[in-house]
């Protein structure tokens, strides 16, 4: 059974730096093929693909983002920890992880990060 | 960048009639395009990868069809538990990229 569940601070100032992390089951980040992505949803908006980390240890990132942002995993743990500098109000989203190389098949419940002073 | 355009932004719909969702990237992505619901609340269920494969478990009444650029998810007969909104999303070789579309709300006629 895959799962990934995300977890970090609810609350973050602004210009601080967000780490979150998504602990995963069912699957190993090690096997060829395995991809864990971050996706972000502001309140009422589209979903926005942030990162993604490979099985080889391979990292993208958006193009509009990639300056502020960091993916990293731990295989043994099973997690993956995604980094964001300089935060801003509006980086208000549910953050969730998610499984896949081309489409996402499993995704995390999502955790609310909410950027207020 | 790729960009993926939805329309409508909002489909009403009655329930048991037919739901046509359309999505348009700037550029092909071949057949590189997945299609998720996502009801208040939850996280994004995949519904449609690789154009038109349906994941594990999704009923028939969903299909999806389409390469290059302009693509299609047709709900063909719909329930009261397909009213959400849906997402397109686009995967790009090289570099490894991902986009989403801006979403298709489908709401109750």
């Known amino acids: 059974q895959v799962t990934l569940r995300e977890s970090g601070p609810a609350l973050v100032k602004p210009t601080q730096t967000l780490t979150l992390t998504c ?51 731990d295989t043994s743990k099973n997690q993956v920890v995604l980094t964001m500098t300089n935060m801003d109000p509006v980086d208000t989203a549910t953050y969730y992880c998610a499984r896949g190389l081309y489409s996402l098949d499993y995704w995390g419940q999502g955790t609310l990060v909410t950027v207020s002073s | 960048e790729i960009v993926m355009t939805q329309s409508p932004a909002t489909l ?28 208040p609340g939850q996280a994004p269920r995949l519904l449609i990868y690789g154009a038109s494969t349906r994941a594990t478990g999704i009923p028939a009444r969903f299909s999806g069809s389409g390469s290059g650029t302009e693509f299609t998810l047709t709900i063909s007969s719909l329930q009261s538990e397909d009213f959400a909104v849906y997402y397109c999303q686009q995967y790009n070789n090289w570099p490894r990229t991902l986009t989403f579309g801006g979403g298709t709300k489908v709401e109750i006629k």
Do not use: H
């Open chain 1, 23 to 73: 602990t995963f089951s069912g699957f190993s980040l090690s096997t060829s093929g395995m991809c864990v992505s971050w996706i972000r949803q502001p309140p009422g908006k589209a979903l926005e693909w942030l990162a993604l980390i490979d099985w080889d240890d391979d990292k993208y990132y958006s193009t509009s983002l990639k300056t502020r942002l960091t993916i990293s995993k």
């Open chain 2, 12 to 39: 009403s719909v009655s329930p048991g009639e037919r739901a046509t969702l359309s999505c348009r990237a700037s550029q092909s992505v071949s057949s590189n395009l997945a299609w998720y619901q996502q009801k």
